[in-house]
Structure formats: structure tokens, C-alpha cells
């Protein structure tokens, strides 16, 4: 059981951490068109699509003693 929660927990910041992203990536498009542009550069995207990758994995990182035991880990 301790497994299926782990794998539960890790799962649900797995997903949070994309919809957060999501969602940064569309809160430009609320600002005046000459400025999306800019936002929305090749280079910007090609950032946050890498973000896709890798920020779940630091998230699991960071968040490793409440996948594992349930509670925030203590900072020793």
C-alpha cells in the first residue's frame, strides 16, 4: 500500500507541476498583442517546453520526503 501512495503522490505533482506551467504559459496572452511577441519567442517556448521535462522531476526532488512518508521532511 505504501507504494500505490507514493506512486499516487508522485503522479499528482507530476500534474500539478504541468498545470502550473500551463497556466504560466497562457497568462501572457491577457497583455496587449505587441507584447506577446516578445513572450511568445522561439527561444521562450523551446525554454518552457524543456520546463515540461524537467521541472516534474525537480519537484519529485524537492518534494521527495512527502512523497515518501506523507509529511514535510525535516530540514537538518
Known amino acids: 500500500m505504501g ?3 507514493a506512486a499516487v ?3 499528482g505533482v507530476v500534474v ?3 498545470l ?3 497556466v504560466l504559459v497562457l497568462l501572457p496572452g491577457l497583455l496587449p498583442a505587441g507584447w506577446q511577441y516578445y513572450i511568445y519567442s522561439p527561444a521562450s517556448v523551446g525554454l518552457w517546453m524543456l520546463c515540461m521535462v524537467v521541472a516534474p522531476f525537480l519537484a519529485c526532488f524537492a ?3 512527502w ?3 506523507g509529511r ?3 530540514s537538518r
Open 16 to 18: 500539478l507541476t504541468w
Open 9 to 11: 503522490r508522485a503522479l
Open 63 to 65: 518534494l521527495r520526503g
Open 3 to 5: 507504494c500505490l501512495t
Open 67 to 69: 512523497i515518501r512518508d
Open 72 to 74: 514535510r521532511a525535516s
Open 20 to 22: 502550473v506551467l500551463v
